[in-house]
Structure formats: structure tokens, C-alpha cells
């Protein structure tokens, strides 16, 4: 069964502390993985999409890497506006269509 | 801006009533997917539609149910409404072959 698995489930930083989040997959076939983040509230909002290990893709202070079992979401002197909860998920091939199965998020907290 | 919208935003509905949640996606992108998300966690796929027909479903009864209409908007409908229906109802829409999943603001729906 596919799965994913995010760790820690919670994360508090003072700003400029960098620090990463870790996704854990199990998944037979991966198609790509995605990273969001969602706001209270909100909808996720669409930061990457991994499909190979080595891939490396930046965006401001974030960056995701992936491995064939994991991807990690690297936050580089993070900012209070960084704040949020950060989805990871696995495309997955399932009775004819693609979906995606994710993980329960890191809430992340940045602090003045 | 994702060009995805979900209309309502907010809704109440009482348990046994039916409910009808309404999205629009962006041009080009026709195929769109429906996914619930409960307080905590990560958003769990309900079905997906591509061209007009829905070609994948996960572990949802049949009383949720959709359509895609040739403009590539959609509904989701549940009828017979429980009390753990209550949730984030989020539509997604992405292009044929594209790597790139949009999420709308999602629909909260509360069941009383």
C-alpha cells in the first residue's frame, strides 16, 4: 500500500534557524513527489515536484532533495512569514488514474 | 493565483441532507480530482475525473459522487450526509502530462 510518513509532526524555529523536514515513502511505482504548503484555512499551495533521485529543485529559502526512499524540504534562514504546514506527496498509479497520497504534514512555526 | 476556484467557501449542512460543492479549473486542465481533508490531517483522494469521465476512485462510498462538464468544471456531490463528512473539500486540476498540481481554496463543510 502506498504511504507516506512526515516527520517531525511539529517544528518550532527562531528566525534564521535553518533546519529540514523529512518524508518517508513507500510507494510501488513513483510517478513524482510534490511538496506543498498550506496556510490555515487554505488550500495547498504547489512549491515542487521531484521525480528522480538527485533531483535538487530551489525555490527562496526552500529546497527539496530526493532519494529513492525519502525527500527532505531544507529551509535556509527561515522567516515568520514561512510559517505553515508542509504537505509531501507521492503520485501514485491507481485503477486507471494518478493521485496523490500524502502525508500528514509538518507544521512549522518560525519565531521573531 | 491558481486558477482554480471551489465555491462555497463555507457551508452547514444538517446529517441525511445532500450537499453539492462546485469547482473551476484552469483553462487547459482537464483533468480534475476531488480530495478531503479532516482537521490534522493530509487530504485523502476521492476520484478523479478526465474527460468528462471519472477514471479512478479511493476508498470513498457511492453516495459521494461527481461530474466534469465539457468546460472542464466539476461538482462533487454527498448524499445522505454523516456527521465525519465534515471536512476541507479541495478540487484539483492539472494539465495532461503536466507536473504541476493546483490546488483551489477548498470548501468547508460543516455537518451538524
Known amino acids: 500500500e502506498d504511504q507516506v510518513t512526515q516527520s517531525p509532526e511539529a517544528l518550532r524555529l527562531q528566525e534564521g534557524e535553518s533546519s529540514s523536514l523529512n518524508c518517508s515513502y513507500t510507494?510501488?511505482?513513483?510517478?513524482?513527489l510534490f511538496w506543498y504548503r498550506q496556510d490555515p484555512g487554505k488550500g495547498p499551495e504547489f512549491l515542487f515536484t521531484l521525480y528522480s533521485a538527485g533531483e535538487e529543485k530551489e525555490k527562496e529559502r526552500l529546497k527539496a532533495t530526493l532519494t529513492k526512499k525519502e525527500s527532505f524540504l531544507h529551509i535556509t534562514a527561515p522567516k515568520p512569514e514561512d510559517s505553515a504546514t508542509y504537505l509531501c506527496a507521492v503520485q501514485a498509479w491507481t485503477g486507471g488514474s494518478e493521485k496523490l497520497v500524502f502525508g500528514k504534514g509538518t507544521k512549522l512555526t518560525v519565531n521573531p | 493565483e491558481t486558477g482554480v476556484t471551489q465555491s462555497p467557501t463555507h457551508l452547514i449542512k444538517t446529517r441525511g441532507q445532500q450537499v453539492t460543492l462546485r469547482c473551476s479549473s484552469q483553462s487547459g486542465h482537464n483533468t480534475v480530482s476531488w480530495y478531503q481533508q479532516a482537521l490534522g490531517q493530509g487530504p485523502q483522494f476521492i476520484f478523479q475525473y478526465y474527460r468528462e469521465e471519472e477514471n479512478g476512485r479511493g476508498n470513498f462510498p457511492p453516495r459521494f459522487s461527481g461530474l466534469q462538464f465539457p468546460n472542464y468544471s466539476s461538482e462533487l456531490n454527498v448524499n445522505a450526509l454523516e456527521l465525519d463528512d465534515s471536512a476541507l473539500y479541495l478540487c484539483a486540476s492539472s494539465p495532461v502530462g503536466g507536473d504541476t498540481i493546483y490546488f483551489g481554496e477548498g470548501s468547508w463543510l460543516t455537518v451538524v
Open positions: 510507494v510501488s511505482g513513483l510517478r513524482g
